[in-house]
């Protein structure tokens, strides 16, 4: 049977093309909202976090109606580190429609997702965004996109795909560059008549993949997917079934049921095939489980996310602030919280550590950990986390690590300090072409010397770099770099900053920390140019007497102190370094706080490393 009266489409593209915009416009032109209603920019955008930062971080479902015809429209992530939110909803779709900037062309991500969904078979409408820019050159992303394809291996149905041109500003597309836009009503026309309707069989027995999962407090866990075969009920009796594990099947009971519609769920009694669907009730339910009859319990096979590539320790808060600021503290809780949130992330993984109090946790990437770092400080945790590590493979007896494939748009001017830089970093140059006045530059480089590069390389471009990778395959070991050429400026005693003693540290290099603040001893209060840490006391107080008083301190002129991002202080620490986070602050600190005591572990090492 076909569902004609339906389609299913998600929205791919790199990240900053423009999908969450172009589905606004879809929204509003596709009769959600009332003529006078008041709408928000990015409206698929509803988390914080979402939007301090202007990207989208879930996948996220809305449908709009066109000619009696239902379009499910799935919003995904743009960014390399949330590719997995990209794969696993590919299952719930037909066909997705490609966002390329009219002016960058393909880029890294843009190569990810087509290809993930050139493998499913997936029918493809291109559409080449934000035409209406200056720096448009539409002739040749074309070109680059057929390259694009070709090089992907695409079917000669796919390399035909069709093509359109769009301003999801405007909320207008065309089939002609050269003839201007009116509406969105030629891409709701050619997905229609393009990407194909949902095809299965009705009266058969059900069979739903669930691809997402969402959390509310009154209902429990919500699952989300699409009805593969037959339909569903409310209140029906069903099996939890996964197709890679040999459990036996779990009844549950589908205690409510929604469709989507617009930015809404509408409760519903019943759902057919190739309905995309919520439901709540099955509180065991997880990604790539399959709801089934309990007539026929068959599971279908969900898609394999790609690895994580890159971990990172997090432990229990146990500097002498601990508890101060955090609401949960314990090991306990940071523990059931971090296997929370592998139900909802694909791409996460997550072990226990050495010690009770430390978890091992694999992500895609720096950003991947920092968001999760970030949403738990905001729910009120409080914890340390280590540097970032790459994980290392062995492939056929020989030590490998993953590479990133880097592409940079730099302007001119800075190209030389930029390939310098990803030189002594181990990165191959693999092209560079001039794009107008500035030049795209692609590297491979292993993904552990990228870290702490991108505050370097907006430095090196006067903040007009633009720099995206995204993971490359593995590749041999290739030896030692050294990535950081400063030291840190360790407080060698607990207190309160002052002026005085601040004025006299800031002369070792740059503060991370203002007058009045409270320190301990162990902790990182600035950088040094210098390549070795060096103790100081910036809670050092002037002798007073007769003569001198306190308010000349008032005098002393201090530079501000830098105040980092999480991102950018998971990229400056080093191996023997940690950051505190607390849902107050972010402290950096040495992972040995006694002073003598570092030292001796230091000179204990220094030894080790002669002897060999």
């Known amino acids: 049977m076909i569902r004609n009266d339906l389609r299913n489409v998600a929205i791919i593209a790199h990240v900053d093309h423009g999908k969450t915009t172009l589905v606004d416009e879809m929204l509003k032109q596709g009769g959600i909202f009332r003529d006078n209603q008041e709408t928000t920019t990015r409206m698929m955008d509803s988390g914080d976090l979402e939007k301090e930062r202007g990207i989208t971080i879930l996948a996220k479902n809305t449908a709009i109606h066109y000619e009696d015809v239902k379009i499910n429209i799935i919003d995904t992530p743009g960014h390399a580190d949330f590719g997995g939110e990209v794969e696993r909803i590919l299952k719930m779709v037909n066909g997705v429609i490609l966002l390329v900037d009219a002016a960058e062309g393909p880029m890294p991500q843009t190569r990810f997702v087509l290809q993930r969904a050139l493998e499913l078979n997936h029918r493809v409408i291109i559409v080449i965004n934000k035409i209406d820019k200056p720096d448009a050159r539409i002739g040749e992303v074309e070109d680059e996109i057929l390259e694009l394809l070709i090089d992907l291996n695409a079917s000669d149905e796919q390399l035909d795909s069709p093509m359109l041109y769009c301003s999801g500003r405007a909320g207008t597309a065309t089939e002609d560059p050269d003839v201007a836009g009116v509406d969105l009503k030629p891409l709701f026309e050619k997905i229609l008549s393009y990407i194909p309707a949902p095809e299965g069989d009705e009266t058969g027995e059900l069979q739903l993949l669930v691809s997402s999962i969402d959390y509310n407090d009154y209902v429990g866990r919500i699952g989300i997917g699409r009805i593969e075969r037959g339909c569903i009920r409310t209140n029906q009796d069903a099996y939890i079934c996964n197709y890679h594990s040999n459990e036996a099947p779990k009844r549950t009971k589908i205690v409510a049921l929604f469709q989507i519609d617009g930015l809404v769920r509408t409760p519903v009694e019943t759902a057919k095939m190739g309905d995309i669907v919520c439901f709540s009730g099955a509180e065991s339910i997880t990604i790539g489980d399959t709801i089934t009859s309990l007539a026929a319990p068959e599971a279908l096979e969900f898609v394999k996310v790609s690895e994580p590539t890159m971990e990172m320790t997090f432990s229990v808060n146990n500097s002498p602030f601990a508890g101060k600021e955090g609401k949960y503290v314990t090991s306990r809780q940071l523990r059931d919280r971090l296997y929370k949130e592998l139900l909802k992330d694909v791409s996460l993984r997550v072990e226990d550590g050495d010690t009770t109090e430390e978890f091992r946790v694999a992500g895609r990437g720096e950003m991947h950990l920092s968001i999760l770092i970030e949403t738990m400080r905001r729910e009120g945790y409080e914890m340390m986390c280590s540097n970032p590590r790459v994980l290392f493979k062995e492939i056929d007896g020989e030590k490998c690590e993953p590479m990133e494939h880097v592409t940079l748009d730099v302007p001119s001017e800075y190209v030389g300090s930029v390939v310098e830089k990803l030189g002594q970093r181990k990165g191959d140059l693999l092209e560079m072409n001039p794009i107008g006045d500035r030049m795209r530059i692609e590297y491979s480089i292993p993904s552990r010397c990228l870290i702490g590069y991108r505050s370097e390389f907006l430095t090196a471009t006067r903040g007009e770099g633009i720099m995206n990778s995204i993971f490359d395959g593995y ?138």
């Open 475 to 612: 590749q041999p070991y290739r030896g030692e770099v050294t990535m950081r050429f400063t030291g840190s400026l360790v407080a060698s005693e607990a207190g309160e900053t002052t002026r005085y003693g601040l004025f006299n540290t800031q002369e070792r290099g740059n503060m991370f920390v203002g007058p009045q603040t409270s320190v301990y001893e162990g902790m990182i209060v600035g950088m040094t140019p210098k390549n070795e840490d060096i103790s100081v006391n910036p809670c050092k107080k002037k002798q007073l007497t007769a003569i001198r008083s306190a308010g000349a301190d008032e005098k002393l002129l201090l530079t501000p102190p830098i105040v980092f991002s999480l991102e950018e202080a998971i990229e400056f620490i080093n191996d023997d370094e940690l950051i505190e986070v607390t849902p107050k602050s972010i402290r950096l600190r040495k992972k040995i706080l006694d002073t003598e005591s570092r030292m001796k572990a230091l000179m204990k090492a220094r030894r080790e490393a002669a002897a060999k």
